[in-house]
């Protein structure tokens, strides 16, 4: 593993996105198509930013993922991570070949995991974004739950495989508190 030290977000954001960038075209390059996920956050603001403004990406050929959502927001509440993502990435680089989100509105949550598990196993995925926020947690996996493992609609996945988790809002959370990193110097990591 190769460990990457920048002096802020920015410089982090730059870097991350140019490295998805060049997945990208080389996914299309090779594949005719890049399938790729992204998560949102604060995490990703600076990376998003910069992912759009990439030169030499047919986005005509990207099927984009969308990572998790709440379950009961629909898609115009302000928590939304469809309305972050729509307003961020998709209207900003549209047209997509595909974009699917994690409806949270879904009367059956377990059959929207259903769904997207479909679809993902019809477009194996290329790249995925996904920051690690201020407290540590990936998706909605927060210390000191396992950060080996992510538990997806049930199931427990190794986080090097994709997967697509629905958080129920009426069920506490493992943790509410998030730390606020005072460091001005951001690690990211690439294997």
């Known amino acids: 593993m190769n460990k990457y030290v920048y002096r802020n977000k920015k410089e982090t954001g730059t870097a991350a996105a140019n490295s998805a960038a060049q997945a990208i075209r080389s996914a299309i390059r090779n594949k005719g198509q890049a399938n790729i996920i992204l998560a949102t956050g604060a995490s990703q603001f600076e990376m998003l930013e ?3 403004g990439s030169h030499g990406i047919d986005w005509l050929k990207v ?17 939304s991570f469809r309305k972050y993502l729509k307003e961020r990435f998709v209207d900003v680089v549209t047209p997509l070949k595909a974009a699917y989100f994690v409806r949270g509105d879904a009367e059956d949550a377990a059959e929207e995991c259903r769904r997207l598990g479909v679809l993902i196993a019809a477009h194996p995925i290329d790249v995925a974004c996904i920051g690690i926020g201020e407290n540590g947690h990936l998706a909605f996996n927060d210390p000191p739950t396992s950060c080996l493992l992510l538990r997806i609609c049930g199931m427990l996945m190794e986080i090097a495989c994709v997967g697509i988790s629905l958080i129920d809002l ?4 493992p943790s509410c508190c998030l730390r606020h990193c005072s460091s001005s110097r951001t690690v990211r990591y690439a294997s």
Not at 68 to 78: A, K, M, N, R, S
Not at 170 to 173: G, K, L, V
């Open 63 to 79: 099927v984009m993922f969308h990572l998790d959502e709440y379950i009961g927001l629909g898609p115009g509440h302000p928590a």
């Open 50 to 52: 910069q992912l759009v």
């Open 170 to 173: 009426n069920q506490p959370s």
